[in-house]
């Protein structure tokens, strides 16, 4: 019990009897009036249903005690009976006025309340529960110096019944505004308010009146707040549908305006567009814009310029795909099916894409790096992208680059412009109707820019997987998403992609096909050259047949190339030949086959010639190993030692890089010729002159550093240089041997030349695993690291004899079966 329950209770102790309600149930407050049928009554009617409070209510009236009603703290289950711990400590003492009786095992009876009263001690008698309480007397006396709290309280209580007048009768609000104690005051409008019951029970255990008058006018001006706040909503919501019927009224007399304007059409065909937006599945901003511009086309006359460029807007909005998709379809074992049935060789690069689809299944989204496929042209880079999207079930959209200068073709012209247009990837997605295709930016590396714009910034914004999925078109001037959309690049170099775009793409090298592999691309693949162009010309297998010397002949003497195009061109140009022999001979069962002796007789004569390998070991002659983006080949580096004055020559169309290449290898065997025997004054009294041959073809590259320290060795000490030697490799002034790269291509170009011992950087070891396995075993790998090894190794000592020597007769002849078989050559080892 509470110290100013202690102060305020009386003396004497009552022993009564207890009925019990629950949480929920109406609260009863002292000396308070009740609505009964719409009047003001001092009793208020109650029925007990519970067996306790019908026992209770009974020995009351037997003994003629008042009882006293406690409320539970918490709800109880079903057909439980409330114990002494389950109620509050604090209740109200009732009269029984009257009782009646209904047989049914409740009782009803009237009440009139009295006081409060506080729990001293509560036990169970025979079957209902008794409480030994203190009746808690009301201060008396203080409506003087609470008349402000009375008169706010009021005040409150009767804008609450303004608020609520089905809840507050008028004779309750005169009750209450006549009454002037602060406790009395509290507790009548806490008996006639909507609160909730736990407030009730709070009112209740407030024993201070001031106190408790204060409470209860909080809380009716909470309630008020809450009336005010739904009055605002409702009052928005009555104004937002008012102008809703508003506008659909004037939407309406438009119409029938228009109608009778003879323009009942285009009302109709703007109604369908409203409905095609909102079933669109646009983002929220642009389908609000759509439906403006579909308000402003009502309103402008059909004729005016406006209502073509607005139509046209909503007609590009309408037409990009804004939730059409193709489900993702990634099998491993079928895209790896798929890539080889449409591309032979390029293992690395199928691999590279089958881990990048890899991921893709794994993660479920295109989110990642963009693949760029960079290689020569003719490669299958193009035919590749379309293989990634037949592998993933894709659709396949394309993009050239090439020549693009003009940002406006990537993100689209602004709407002011006359004649505005989205830019191509919008266009390019319009045109798939889905918004994740695979999408193909070919010749990116072509990209150039003017006073229009840089076009790759553009496209920083559309490769950036953290940047793409708001992409703005400027024509559309709304977000659209293309972060499900699988970008591939392609490009024949990387020297010419920006960097901000190539770091935002993954590089998968395609470096070429080999002589073998270009073999097998014509003939044995499912989709070969030779199979496709018979179809496409109308011949049959029988009509002509290749001899693989033949096929080998158009590589090597018809074209110079990294792919195959020219292969295919100069294969079309035989079947069309023979084509117009069987049309004029009128012989469709004419068989022919090509051979190397017969090639001449449909192509012509050779176009191209490749360099031949030393026939003799000669003075000042060695044998280099080049790369170009063609292939490999080898070309032999002469020096020539002459009377002069220290000058070094060069020539042959040797670039920068080479040049300098040329000057380390001469400041090396002049910083060590004491070494190599050179007489002292050599370097001072002759002239060196270094060639290499074509000298209409642009040399460059650092590789040719071993090859020309060997030769101009040679030219002074006069030792001759091994034929069957092919070298490559980068020098120092310390004549160390740097690595290079494009081996496979060398030592293909090497072998094909009769070459069987190839000295390389001893870094170089790891490249030889893409050295096809048959080649690799037939060449002789000497591994360096330093010039002298070099030197050991390719020149010839003067005791040997020339007729003998170990080297000769060891390199394959010209009609070795492994160069004319392609079945003898596997394919690239990794």
Same mark, same amino acid.
């Given at each position: 019990m509470n110290q100013e329950a202690e102060k305020r209770t009386s003396d004497s102790a009552l022993l009564l009897p207890v009925i019990a309600f629950p949480p929920d149930f109406e609260t009863f407050f002292p000396k308070t009036k009740a609505v009964v049928d719409q009047r003001l009554t001092d009793w208020t009617p109650l029925t007990i249903a519970r067996k306790m409070g019908v026992l209770a209510a009974r020995a009351a009236l037997n003994t003629n005690l008042k009882v006293l009603l406690l409320h539970q703290k918490n709800e109880l289950e079903e057909d439980t009976e409330p114990q002494p711990n389950d109620l509050h400590t604090i209740g109200i003492v009732a009269n029984i006025v009257q009782d009646y009786d209904p047989k049914d095992g409740t009782l009803r009876i009237a009440i009139e309340t009295s006081d409060r009263a506080v729990v001293a001690h509560c036990?169970?008698?025979?079957?209902?529960?008794?409480?030994?309480?203190?009746?808690?007397?009301?201060?008396?006396?203080v409506a003087d110096a609470a008349t402000a709290f009375i008169k706010e309280a009021k005040s409150a209580f009767r804008r609450y019944a303004k608020e609520h007048p089905k809840l507050i009768l008028p004779d309750?609000?005169?009750?209450?505004?006549?009454?002037?104690?602060?406790?009395?005051?509290?507790?009548?409008?806490?008996?006639?308010?909507?609160? %909730?019951?736990?407030?009730?029970?709070?009112?209740?255990?407030?024993?201070? %009146?001031?106190?408790?008058?204060?409470?209860?006018?909080?809380?009716?001006?909470?309630?008020?707040?809450?009336?005010?706040?739904?009055?605002?909503?409702?009052?928005?919501?009555?104004?937002?549908?008012?102008?809703?019927?508003?506008?659909?009224?004037?939407?309406?007399?438009?119409?029938?305006?228009?109608?009778?304007?003879?323009?009942?059409?285009?009302?109709?065909?703007?109604?369908?567009?409203?409905?095609?937006?909102?079933?669109?599945?646009?983002?929220?901003?642009?389908?609000?814009?759509?439906l403006k511009e579909l308000d402003r086309l009502a309103q402008i006359p059909p004729m005016s310029a406006e209502s073509g460029v607005i139509r046209n807007y909503v007609d590009w909005l309408l037409a990009v795909p804004w939730k059409e998709r193709t489900e993702n379809n990634i099998e491993l074992d079928q895209a790896e099916n798929i890539l080889n049935e449409d591309h032979y060789g390029l293992d690395k690069p199928k691999q590279n894409v089958l881990e990048y689809l890899a991921v893709l299944k794994l993660v479920e989204q295109v989110k990642g790096p963009i693949l760029c496929l960079v290689g020569p042209p003719g490669v299958g880079k193009t035919s590749l992208g379309k293989s990634?999207?037949?592998?993933?079930?894709?659709?396949f959209v394309r993009m050239s680059l090439g020549g693009v200068r003009d940002e406006a073709e990537i993100r689209g012209h602004r709407r002011t412009y006359i004649g505005a247009i989205p830019g191509r990837i919008i266009q390019g997605l319009r045109d798939v109707k889905v918004k994740n295709p695979l999408f193909l930016l070919d010749e990116i590396d072509k990209l150039s820019s003017d006073w229009r714009g840089d076009p790759a910034s553009a496209l920083l914004e559309v490769l950036d997987p953290e940047q793409n999925e708001t992409f703005r078109d400027h024509y559309l001037d709304v977000e659209f998403d293309l972060s499900d959309v699988m970008f591939?690049?392609?490009?024949?170099?990387?020297?010419?992609?920006?960097?901000?775009?190539?770091?935002?793409?993954?590089?998968?090298?395609?470096?070429?096909?080999?002589?073998?592999?270009?073999?097998?691309?014509?003939?044995?693949?499912?989709?070969?050259?030779? %199979?496709?162009?018979?179809?496409?010309?109308?011949?049959?297998?029988?009509?002509?047949?290749?001899?693989?010397?033949?096929?080998?002949?158009?590589?090597?003497?018809?074209?110079?190339?990294?792919?195959?195009?020219?292969?295919?061109?100069?294969?079309?140009?035989?079947?069309?030949?023979?084509?117009?022999?069987?049309?004029?001979?009128?012989?469709?069962?004419?068989?022919?086959?090509?051979?190397?002796?017969?090639?001449?007789?449909?192509?012509?004569?050779?176009?191209?010639?490749?360099?031949?390998?030393?026939?003799?070991d000669e003075v000042g002659v060695s044998t280099g190993m080049v790369w170009t983006q063609v292939g490999g080949d080898i070309v032999s580096v002469e020096a020539t030692l002459m009377p002069g004055e220290g000058k070094l020559d060069m020539t042959g169309q040797l670039q920068e890089v080479m040049r300098e290449s040329v000057q380390t290898a001469v400041a090396y065997l002049r910083s060590r010729a004491k070494h190599f025997d050179i007489p002292k004054d050599t370097f001072e009294k002759h002239d060196i002159h270094i060639h290499i041959p074509e000298g209409a073809v642009p040399k460059d590259g650092p590789s040719a550093g071993i090859t020309v320290a060997t030769a101009i060795l040679s030219a002074i000490t006069e030792q001759k240089v091994r034929k069957d030697v092919a070298m490559t490799g980068e020098i120092t002034l310390r004549g160390h041997v740097l690595p290079i790269g494009g081996l496979k291509e060398k030592s293909l170009a090497a072998y094909r030349n009769g070459i069987v011992d190839i000295i390389m950087p001893e870094e170089n070891e790891k490249d030889l695993a893409d050295v096809?396995?048959?080649?690799?075993?037939?060449?002789?790998?000497?591994?360096?690291?330093?010039?002298?090894?070099?030197?050991?190794?390719?020149?010839?000592?003067?005791?040997?004899?020339?007729?003998?020597?170990?080297?000769d007769g060891i390199a394959p002849a010209a009609d070795d079966p492994t160069l004319q078989n392609p079945d003898a050559i596997g394919q690239t080892g990794n």
């Open positions: 036990t169970q008698v025979e079957g209902y529960l008794q409480a030994t309480v203190k009746i808690v007397s009301e201060l008396t006396g309750v609000e005169r009750y209450v505004r006549d009454l002037v104690e602060p406790g009395i005051l509290a507790d009548n409008i806490a008996r006639f308010a909507d609160f %909730p019951s736990y407030r009730h029970q709070e009112i209740l255990e407030e024993l201070n %009146p001031i106190k408790r008058l204060n409470f209860v006018t909080e809380l009716l001006d909470a309630d008020l707040d809450l009336v005010d706040l739904e009055e605002e909503i409702q009052n928005e919501v009555q104004e937002s549908v008012r102008k809703t019927h508003r506008e659909f009224y004037l939407q309406e007399r438009m119409k029938a305006i228009q109608r009778e304007l003879g323009r009942a059409d285009e009302i109709d065909e703007i109604d369908d567009l409203r409905e095609q937006v909102k079933n669109a599945g646009m983002t929220e901003e642009a389908e609000k814009k759509a990634i999207a037949r592998a993933t079930g894709r659709k591939v690049t392609t490009a024949n170099t990387r020297i010419t992609i920006p960097p901000a775009l190539e770091d935002r793409m993954e590089v998968i090298e395609l470096p070429g096909y080999t002589d073998f592999e270009k073999h097998k691309i014509a003939t044995f693949h499912p989709n070969g050259l030779i %199979p496709k162009q018979l179809k496409s010309h109308g011949l049959k297998e029988e009509n002509i047949t290749f001899a693989d010397s033949a096929i080998f002949d158009i590589v090597h003497k018809y074209t110079r190339e990294a792919g195959v195009r020219n292969l295919e061109r100069n294969v079309t140009g035989i079947c069309r030949k023979i084509a117009k022999q069987i049309v004029t001979d009128d012989t469709p069962d004419l068989k022919v086959k090509v051979t190397a002796l017969n090639l001449s007789d449909y192509l012509g004569p050779p176009k191209f010639t490749r360099t031949k390998a030393q026939e003799h096809p396995n048959e080649i690799r075993e037939k060449i002789r790998w000497h591994q360096v690291n330093d010039i002298t090894q070099v030197l050991e190794l390719a020149l010839k000592k003067e005791v040997e004899d020339d007729s003998e020597s170990e080297h």
